[in-house]
Structure formats: structure tokens, C-alpha cells
């Protein structure tokens, strides 16, 4: 029964402590765009001609 002193306040704060954290994310933007990162993998990069590339070195 002393343990419940104890528990049930540590018990309250973590939930709190979860509830801000994901309100912070949600807020934050993580959440936003779950399906953007898993498409991007499957799309190429445009390439670059060797001619602009060696441009850019000597600038």
C-alpha cells in the first residue's frame, strides 16, 4: 500500500511526459510525410555531365 504513494504520482508524470513529447512531434512535423522517404529510395538522382562537374572544381 506505500508503494501506491509512490507509483501512482511516477505514474502521472510519465504519462505526462509522453503526452508533451508526442504533442512536440506532432508540432514539430514528424508526422507530416510518412510516405515521402520510402518513394524517394526508388527514384534516381538526375546525373550530372563530367563537363559541369570539373566547372565547379576549378571555381
Given at each position: 500500500?506505500?508503494?501506491?504513494?509512490?507509483?501512482?504520482?511516477?505514474?502521472?508524470?510519465?504519462?505526462?511526459?509522453?503526452?508533451?513529447?508526442?504533442?512536440?512531434?506532432?508540432?514539430?512535423?514528424?508526422?507530416?510525410?510518412?510516405?515521402?522517404p520510402a518513394h524517394s529510395i526508388?527514384?534516381?538522382?538526375?546525373?550530372?555531365?563530367?563537363?559541369?562537374?570539373?566547372?565547379?572544381?576549378?571555381?
Amino acid at each position: 500500500m506505500e508503494s501506491l504513494i509512490i507509483l501512482i504520482p511516477l505514474a502521472l508524470v510519465l504519462i505526462t511526459v509522453a503526452i508533451k513529447v508526442f504533442f512536440w512531434a506532432v508540432d514539430d512535423g514528424q508526422f507530416d510525410d510518412l510516405e515521402g522517404p520510402a518513394h524517394s529510395i526508388l527514384f534516381d538522382e538526375p546525373q550530372r555531365s563530367k563537363a559541369s562537374a570539373s566547372d565547379n572544381k576549378t571555381k
